[in-house]
């Protein structure tokens, strides 16, 4: 349901407002149709085609139907300045189908991660019953984690590894590390 970071808590604005909704884009690529608020569309494109790129050199045809019917689960990425919870980069909700909402700590993030989380809530979406459960590596994480490689964690993870397996610099490794650590069962 949602996605936590810690670290960029410290950069949440308090009390403020909803943004209204304004102008809406939409991105249509590889069967995915997603709208987006228009203020933020060229980043999430360039986020989208760049990991799209990405997929489509996936020779496991399994593995790249999974992502590409996964993120199929996303019609709308509503960026709002204070719609999750507090530390939270992005969450999506089961009342809203097919909507993820993200906010300005989202594009905190270096943009695997963004993508990353757009495939995580898009996992929820999908599923609409993962909830997640106590972190067995980091007890002091709380219940921000989850159990299985086919979590909304479980997917970011497989999704990091199959992409930097090979990559042996810092940057790749401390971005796997950070979502092994959410996924009690890897
Ligand atoms: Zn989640």
């Given at each position: 349901m949602k996605k936590l970071i810690h670290l960029f808590s410290v950069l949440l604005f308090v009390g403020c407002s909803s943004n209204p909704v304004g102008p809406v884009a939409t991105f249509k690529q590889d069967g995915l149709v997603i709208s987006v608020n228009a203020e933020v569309a060229d980043k999430i494109e360039a986020t989208l085609k760049s990991e799209l790129l990405y997929i489509k050199t996936i020779a496991e045809s399994d593995f790249k139907n999974e992502l590409l019917k996964t993120l199929s689960s996303i019609s709308f990425i509503d960026y709002q300045k204070d719609n999750c919870a507090r530390g939270q980069v992005a969450c999506s909700d089961k009342?809203?189908?097919?909507k993820i909402f993200i906010n300005q700590?989202?594009?905190?993030?270096p943009s695997i991660e963004q993508f990353t989380a757009l495939l995580h809530e898009a996992r929820h979406l999908e599923s609409q019953n993962f909830e997640h459960m106590k972190c067995s590596?980091?007890?002091?994480?709380?219940?921000?984690?989850?159990?299985?490689?086919?979590?909304p964690y479980g997917l970011e993870y497989k999704y990091l590894l199959h992409k930097f397996i090979n990559k042996k610099d810092d940057q790749s490794a401390r971005v796997i590390q950070k979502i092994f650590l959410r996924v009690n069962k890897i």
């Amino acid at each position: 349901m949602k996605k936590l970071i810690h670290l960029f808590s410290v950069l949440l604005f308090v009390g403020c407002s909803s943004n209204p909704v304004g102008p809406v884009a939409t991105f249509k690529q590889d069967g995915l149709v997603i709208s987006v608020n228009a203020e933020v569309a060229d980043k999430i494109e360039a986020t989208l085609k760049s990991e799209l790129l990405y997929i489509k050199t996936i020779a496991e045809s399994d593995f790249k139907n999974e992502l590409l019917k996964t993120l199929s689960s996303i019609s709308f990425i509503d960026y709002q300045k204070d719609n999750c919870a507090r530390g939270q980069v992005a969450c999506s909700d089961k009342m809203n189908d097919g909507k993820i909402f993200i906010n300005q700590n989202f594009f905190q993030m270096p943009s695997i991660e963004q993508f990353t989380a757009l495939l995580h809530e898009a996992r929820h979406l999908e599923s609409q019953n993962f909830e997640h459960m106590k972190c067995s590596k980091r007890p002091e994480w709380g219940y921000e984690c989850d159990e299985s490689i086919n979590s909304p964690y479980g997917l970011e993870y497989k999704y990091l590894l199959h992409k930097f397996i090979n990559k042996k610099d810092d940057q790749s490794a401390r971005v796997i590390q950070k979502i092994f650590l959410r996924v009690n069962k890897i």
